[in-house]
Structures are given as structure tokens and as C-alpha cells.
């Protein structure tokens, strides 16, 4: 017998697979096996009335067979998936069909439980509620008085509402209601949240209060209703007692507890202001009332004592924001190394510190705190920009020295995307399994935490920064986020934490970090991404480019009547440059096309040099941004590459963007150049306020801390 045909084998040439598919089933035309395996490649060539014949035919098969059926229902919910979105809530009419077709075609009970069963598994693998809603209705329709089925089907119900007045939400709410009336909370094995969720959820507050002290309100979503509302007149500081010194030892735990106290007030009441003459003199007053608490008093180990280091470390941040000028935030790093020197086991301290060095682009000494965090699992999802949303620009390759994929970008970059898949399969898992289990009081909260990783901004900023890299480096580019469509990418929910450190009223993290639009800046990204890959004959990210090409008109609109973009100066350069590449590439070039593209080059963003003491950062953001656009426009002027049609005015244009693009690679390398030759304590000016208290902590560590950051800014640019 002839060997089948896999998805695997034939997916870089559909075509071939499909005609292999066609001949097989010309002897065997209701194969289920080959028709999946037809309908999947399909689906990657978009062939949509093929598509819709070959689910008419795998429908028609009527097969019963529990692992066809599965295979089937898997195929199809698949190929609808990849070509919508919102992601469809069911796999479709015939579908369903098929599956009770199956059911019914038998008079055994445990058989008929087996087929709904499965098909709720199914379903809630692939999060398409309304089937699994179906399915738990059989299962009701089968057996009447499991409080399970009962449960699930209520919660279900309710997810499937989109109004609270709709017929799912009214439903829902009967059903809650009839389990609270039928007394289920008296089934000592059943779990009996779901009521509660329900009347939280929907508002329902005389339903809520009901269920108050009963089994019902065993959940987070009953809790938090029922928490009191806080009102308060006005944003009132709250006032702290200052304590009676007279009364406390010196030197003893409560009398620095209340220094510590005072020290914070101090510093809320110097925010205000922006005199960076006060904030460096904070800054140095606390970095020695810390020295004095851990040396004189042997208090290193006492976790409060390093609130003072973090007050002026806050302070110098600040002075930062208000003037910047990168010295501080050096000084900042030197303060956090000598925490960290003074106490290894800092998690503040190595978070803050992943922020200075990416902030000051120093990949190398931010790769080395950002292994140290040991960051596993759902935390890539939370704190993993602090380090990866900017890898493409300060580490975009593996510092030469390093050894091993867990120093590797785009390994890193690997697996913290992998962690998204690898988590939401666990929690799909737990979701279908809730019939077994019993625990239906979990399905709201499985079903919101798989919603998190699927519509995860940190997901996607991940996935196009390893894009980047794997095109500079010249590694495998992986297409993470499906559908490819510009809808499922910006449909985002944001899940980082900027709270991972400390707050004394100013936010330090989300300060360096900065904040710009992510949908500004993904439609930046995805925008070149997508111009290369048309270029290229690759296959970009999302396969909609017209519907990226309407945003981009509504952003040039927007740029046009005098709004500002959350963009650097850089970013929406090469999103400029982009907007006009893929109009051409979709639309056709025209002379005023060509005429923005020739105004744009001759007025790019050069980074400025800001030279001495100021010499970091490097400015690299902005120079791979700019050289990664630049080499795009030199692609698509390349009439041997492009789609374009290229005459003598885009070789003309390309010339000048590879004559730029050599320029700003030499700026680039005569800077860090630069910065290698010069003594690096004239960088932490030594010389002032607080770098005299830096200088006071021991000229080993601030000369061992120099020849660190030396060698990081050495790397920074290695491989360019």
C-alpha cells in the first residue's frame, strides 16, 4: 500500500501535497486520514471554496469512529482558526451534525456519554465555548441529576454572553439562581461556586448578598463584590507619627525602622520639585545613613535597612527623568552593584538593575542580572520586559565569551515563547478535565488565564523581536502569533508588572522602562516585518497587509493634524519609511511616493553625540532602527530582489540609504571607540555630590564596577 502523505512532509510545498492527497483518494475517497491531511494544506493556501468541498466530504463520511471523529472536528476547528478572527466559537454546523449523528446512532448509554464527553474535550482545547455549551447540553439531556454537568453548563453559559441582557446572560442567570433555590451547596462533594460567579459577574447584588455566607461565595469574584467601597475626600497623605527618638535606643532595630520612615516622608515631600540639587543631596545623605546602618551597626542583613539604598537610588532616577542626563543612572547601577555586593540574594536590586543596564544599553551586564532572576514559567509573561523587549537592540547576538542557548538572544527569546504554548496547553488541559475533577468553580479562572497568554502584549513584542534577531543573525524566523492577522495581533492584553521593585511615589520602573503606545509600536514592527517578507517572497507575519496599510493611513493622519506619536524619533522614521514601501508594494509606485521616500532619507534622525561626562547610553535603539530600515529600503531598491518595479530613481534612493547606513555604522563604532579609551570615573563623576559618596563606599568597587561597564560597552557592538 501506497505510504500516506503527512501535513509535516508537505507544508513548505502544499501544492505537491494536495495532488498526492487527490490521487490516493480517487481509490479511497472517504479516507479520513487523507482528507485531514488535504484539508490542512489547503489552509495554508487560502483556497477557501476547496477548503469548504473538502469539510462537505470529511461531514459526509458519517464515520463514528471516536478518534476520526476527534480528527475531524481537530482538522476542521483548525483550518477555520487560521483564516478568522475573532476565533470562531464553533466548528460549524456540519460538524455538529456529525457528532450527534454519531451519538445517536446508538442506543448505549456509557457510548453516548463517550461521544459528548470527547467532543467537550475537543472543544475546550481549542476554546470554541459554544460547542462545548452543546455538547455539556447532551451530557444534561443523558444524565439529569449530575450537579456537574449542571455547573459547567451554567458557567459556560455565561461566558458565552456578550451583554447583560442577552439571552446566554439571562439564561445563566437562571440557571445560578435555580441552583441556589434547589439547595446544590448542600451536596457536601460538589463544588458550588459557579452561582456566585455568576451573580458577581452580571451585577446581580441582591443575589450576591443571598449567597453571602454560603458555599456559593467561596470565590475571588464573590469576595471582591462583596468588599466594602473606600471613600475618601480628596488624595490626603496619610500621616505618619514621628517617633519620640528620646524614647528609642539609638542604633537599635526600632530607631532605624523610624529613620527609614522619616527618610521616605523626606523623599515625597522633594518630588515636587525639580531641583536635582535637592534630589542628589538626598541621594547622597541615605547612601550614607546606609553605610553608617550596615557597617557601624551591622545591619546588612536587616531587609530594611536597604530601603534607604533604594530612596537614593529613586532619587538619582529621578533626577534622571528631569534632566536626561545618563550620569545618574550610572551612579544608580554603581549604588545597585554595591547592594548586591553587600547582599547577593537582592531581588530588587537585580530587576533594577536589568532595567539601568538595558536603559544605558549595556546588553552584556543586563544578560548577566537577567539570568541571575532565574525567571521561569508565567513570570516571562510578567516581568520579561524588563530585559527582552529591547534585546533585539542591546543584545541582538550572543556576547562572544558566552557559552550555552541561555546567553543566546534568540534561544532566550525561544524559550520564553515557548512558555506561552507549553502553559496554555496546561491550562486547557485542567479546563477539560473539569468534568472528571469536579471542580467547575475553576473554569472562569482557567479560561481568563488562557485568555492572558493568548492575547499577551509581552507575547507579541517577544515574537517580533526574535524575528529581528533571526534576520540580523541569520536564524530560522519562526511565526508565532496565529490567525496572521493584523486583528489577533492587536488584540492585546497587557499582564506586565511594574511593580516588581519598590515605589516610594515614584514609579521607578515604568519611569525606565518608558511606556510607548504597543500598538504604535507593533504596527511599526510588524509593518517593516512585513515589507521584507513581501519582498523577499517570505511568508510575513500577517497575511491581511491591506488592513495594516489602513492603519498606518489613520497613524499618517494622525501624524498630519499635529498629534504626537509614543514613538521615538527613530521608530517612526522607519515606520514612515515603511508606510511607503508597502503602499508601493501593494498599490504600485507613484512619483510622490518616491519623492517622500527621497525626503525622509535626507532628513533621517542621526543620533547626536552627546559626549562627555554624558557618554552613555550608545544610542543603540536608535541605530538599529535606523540601519534596520535602511537595509530594507536597500532591499526593495534592489531590482534583482524586489516585487517593485526599480528604476533609475530607487537605485538612486538605495545608493543613498547604503551610503547612510555605512555612515551610521561608523558613527556608531567610533563612539563606543571612544568611550573604551576614556577613564570611565570621569562617567560616575567622582567629582560630585554623590559621586563622592560612591567613591567613599572603596576604590575597588568603583574600579571594579568601571571595568565592568567597559567591557559591556566593548560587546555592545561586536558583531555590528
Partial sequence: MARYPTFEEHKSDPAKGIKRCDELLRKQPQDVSLLTTKLSLLAITDDHARVNETISTLVSTQTRDLNELAVIDEAVSECLRDATYPLPLTSGPEVAKLWETAAKATSNVNAR???????????????????????????????????????????????????????????????????????????????????????????????????????????????????????????????????????????????????????????????????????????????????????????????????????????????????????????????????????????????????????????????????????????????????????????????????????????????????????????????????????????????????????????????????????????????????????????????????????????????????????EWMLCRLAEETVRCLTSGNSPPIKDPDQLLEKLDELAAKRKEGSSLSLSESEDFALQISHVLLRQLLLGTTAKDLALLTHNLDNAPLPKSQGPPTVLPLRLRDYHDLLSILDTLVLCTNDKKTLLSAPAEFRELGAKADRLARSLRKDAQDAVASIEKMDMKQALDLEGEVGKVISEGGKEGVLRFCQEVKGAVAASWAKR
Fill in 113 to 519: 456519554l463517550d461521544y459528548h464527553s470527547l467532543r467537550f474535550s475537543r472543544a475546550i482545547y481549542d476554546n470554541r465555548i459554544q460547542d462545548a455549551q452543546s455538547a455539556l447540553i447532551q451530557l444534561k439531556a443523558l444524565q439529569p441529576k449530575n450537579r456537574v454537568f449542571y455547573m459547567a453548563h451554567a458557567i459556560y453559559t455565561q461566558l458565552l454572553s456578550i451583554g447583560k441582557e442577552d439571552l446566554q446572560s439571562r439564561l445563566a442567570l437562571s440557571l445560578a439562581r435555580k441552583a441556589v433555590s434547589d439547595s446544590f451547596d448542600g451536596d457536601r462533594e460538589l463544588d458550588c461556586r459557579v452561582p456566585g460567579q455568576i451573580f458577581a459577574l452580571q451585577g446581580a447584588k441582591a443575589d450576591v448578598d443571598r449567597v453571602a455566607n454560603k458555599r456559593f461565595a467561596e470565590s475571588k469574584h464573590v469576595f471582591d463584590s462583596l468588599k466594602p467601597v473606600t471613600v475618601t475626600n480628596g488624595d490626603t497623605e496619610p500621616t505618619t507619627a514621628t517617633a519620640e527618638f528620646s524614647n528609642v535606643a539609638v542604633g537599635s532595630s526600632q530607631w532605624l525602622d523610624d529613620s527609614i520612615e522619616q527618610a521616605k516622608l523626606q523623599f515625597k515631600g522633594i518630588l515636587a520639585s525639580s531641583d536635582t540639587t535637592t534630589l542628589q543631596a538626598f541621594a547622597a545623605e541615605k547612601v550614607r545613613s546606609y553605610r553608617k546602618a550596615t557597617e557601624a551597626m551591622n545591619r546588612a542583613r536587616y531587609r530594611n535597612v536597604h530601603d534607604l539604598m533604594f530612596l537614593a537610588i529613586s532619587a538619582l532616577i529621578k533626577v534622571w527623568d528631569l534632566t536626561a542626563n545618563h550620569t545618574p543612572l550610572l551612579q544608580a547601577a554603581a549604588l545597585a552593584e554595591s547592594l548586591l555586593y553587600d547582599n547577593p540574594q537582592i531581588h530588587e536590586a537585580k530587576v533594577l538593575l536589568v532595567h539601568l543596564y538595558t536603559r544605558l544599553d549595556l546588553g552584556t551586564l543586563a544578560l548577566k542580572h537577567w539570568l541571575s532572576l532565574a525567571v521561569k514559567e508565567v513570570q516571562y509573561d510578567t516581568i520579561g520586559h524588563i530585559f527582552l523587549a529591547r534585546i533585539s537592540d542591546v543584545l541582538p547576538s550572543k556576547p562572544t565569551a558566552a557559552k550555552g542557548k541561555h546567553s543566546d538572544p534568540y534561544d532566550i527569546l525561544g524559550t520564553a515563547l515557548a512558555m506561552y504554548d507549553r502553559c496554555e496547553a496546561n491550562l486547557a488541559r485542567a479546563e477539560a478535565g473539569v468534568l472528571e475533577s469536579g471542580q467547575t468553580g475553576m473554569i472562569l479562572d482557567l479560561h481568563d488565564l488562557r485568555g492572558n497568554l493568548r492575547q499577551s502584549v509581552s507575547r507579541r513584542i517577544f515574537a517580533l523581536e526574535q524575528l529581528r534577531i533571526a534576520r540580523v543573525d541569520g536564524r530560522p524566523s519562526v511565526l508565532h502569533i496565529k490567525p496572521r492577522l493584523l486583528a489577533q495581533w492587536l488584540d492585546i492584553r497587557d499582564n506586565r508588572d511594574f511593580k516588581a521593585t519598590f515605589n516610594f511615589g515614584f514609579d521607578v520602573e515604568t519611569t525606565l522602562h518608558g511606556m510607548p503606545d504597543a500598538e
